[in-house]
Structures are given as C-alpha cells and as structure tokens.
C-alpha cells in the first residue's frame, strides 16, 4: 500500500486557502516529500509527519513555487532532531546549486543556533546530501523503488518526473509539464499519477499575457486524463489547480478529465489523502 497526501494543492498565486505545491508519498513509516512549496512543514504536521520523519525530499524541478520552503526543510530538519540525521534531496541538474545558495543564506542563523546550542556545538551542522538524476533508478536505500524520467516544462528545463514502487502499489508524481515520452515511460501500468493541472479553457481568456504564457508548458485536466488513460493508470489525482476553485469544488474539473479517462478521479483541498492499494 503506498499513500498519497496532497499536502499543498495551490500555484504560485497566493491563496489562504492552499499551501504551495508539494506531495507526501508513504509507505508506512517511509515517506517521501515532492516538492516543496509555501507552508508545506505545516501541512506535514497536520499529517503527522516532521522534517525528521522524512526519507527524502524529492523536486521535480526548480521553479520558485516548488521551492520556496526547502529552507525550512532543511533548517528544521537540522535544528529538530537530536544527532546528526543528514537530509537527502533529489532533483534535476542545477539542485546542487540551489541548495548550496540556501545553506549560504542560512549561514547566519546557523551560527546563531550552534552558538546557543551545546548539543549542536559537538557536530556543527549537518549536510545535505544531494543527488541530481536525469533518467533512471534513484537507489536511496529504502524500502520503495523510485524511478524517475525527463518530463517537459520548457523554457524550464531539466525537469522530472518520479515513480514509487512499494509490495505492488505504484505512484507517479508528474510536477509540471506537458504530455510527453517520459512521462508516458512511468505512467505504464501505475496504480495512480499525481499531476499538476491548469484550466486552460479558462486562461486563455484572461486578458493579461503573463497569464497567457502559462498555457504552454502546463497540462490541462484533459491533457493530464489522456496520459493516465495511454498509461493504464488506474486513479489519477489532480492538483496544483490554477484557477483555485472553492473548497469542496472541482466537479467541472473532474468532468473535463473523465472525457478522456475511464478510471477513478481524485482532486480536493490540502491534505486530501489517497490510498493506492496494490495492483491486482
């Protein structure tokens, strides 16, 4: 059994209602964060789950929106377990970079807290390890195989997807991009596809060009609905909605998805859980 938390279902537009995009998968005790957008260390607690508790942290790609946090990540993850537990993160090209920036801009309130700190005096700050991936098996060392692919977000670029095999259950977790051949190599056979999606229909008619711009590196639900359905996926899970839409909404959205796809439609606020039971 694997579960998928939707942990921020929000964009880059603020929204008091939806936390940045990010995405917990779990396996029991294993967990795995994807992404890591505004709020996400309060959405993990409404989940029960700490910085420490995390396997890894996973990025799809490094627009600021599935970022924005991973400061807090990486400071909370130091300063609130109790010997030296190393945070592993995994992305794209450019992540290692990305990270040595935050660590730098974190200097000062390191040495502030090791100065007040007895216990973190004895070890100093513990470092992050990271690994970039392309294409390919991500050995971390637990109990589920993750496997990631290319996907496709130009001008941002490289981007990937991941994919989540635990006991028969499968999960991939597309973060954003258009259809594409990466994409569809992961999505064969999975039990579920968590994908980022935006409403086109919608967009396109905002007379703003900035907002327009967005329509060609996103899916839309029926763009998100026929990868599921080449793939055989049996559930796919949207979010990452822009336009948000009320809480407890989202009905249209589903609509427009299940023209293209036979199976189970998720979709819903921050900390909408699903399970993702083996496939028969």
Not at 49 to 75: E, F, K, P, R, Y
Not at 119 to 139: A, K
């Amino acid at each position: 059994m694997l579960n998928v938390t939707l942990l921020g279902t929000g964009s880059p537009l603020p929204d008091p209602h939806r936390a940045g995009p990010a995405t917990l998968v779990s396996a029991g005790d294993e967990h795995y964060l994807v992404d890591a957008g505004r709020g996400v260390l309060m959405r993990m607690a409404s989940a029960m789950v700490g910085a420490g508790n995390l396997a890894a942290v996973l990025l799809t790609h490094l627009h600021s929106d599935h970022i924005t946090d991973l400061n807090d990540v990486i400071t909370s993850r130091w300063v609130m377990t109790f010997e030296p537990t190393p945070l592993t993160i995994v992305g794209p090209v450019g992540t290692q970079e990305i990270v040595d920036h935050i660590v730098a801009s974190l200097g000062p309130d390191i040495g502030y807290r090791i100065d007040h700190h007895e216990d973190l005096q004895s070890y100093g700050f513990t470092p992050v390890n990271v690994i970039e991936v392309s294409d390919g098996e991500v050995d971390l060392g637990g109990r589920v195989k993750i496997t990631c692919a290319p996907t496709d977000h130009r001008p941002v670029h490289p981007t990937v997807g991941f994919r989540f095999d635990h006991e028969g259950a499968s999960v991939v977790t597309a973060g954003d991009t258009v259809p594409c051949e990466g994409l569809d190599r992961l999505c064969v056979g999975a039990g579920a596809l968590v994908h980022t999606v935006i409403r086109k229909d919608l967009i396109e008619n905002v007379p703003l060009q900035r907002m327009k711009d967005t329509l060609d590196y996103h899916s839309s639900p029926e763009e998100a609905a026929q990868t599921a359905a080449r793939g055989g996926v049996g559930t796919l899970v949207m979010t990452h909605y822009v336009p948000a839409f009320p809480s407890g909404g989202g009905d249209d959205w589903k609509a427009l998805a299940a023209g293209h796809f036979d199976g189970a439609i998720e979709l819903g606020d921050d900390l909408h859980r699903v399970e993702v039971a083996p496939s028969s």
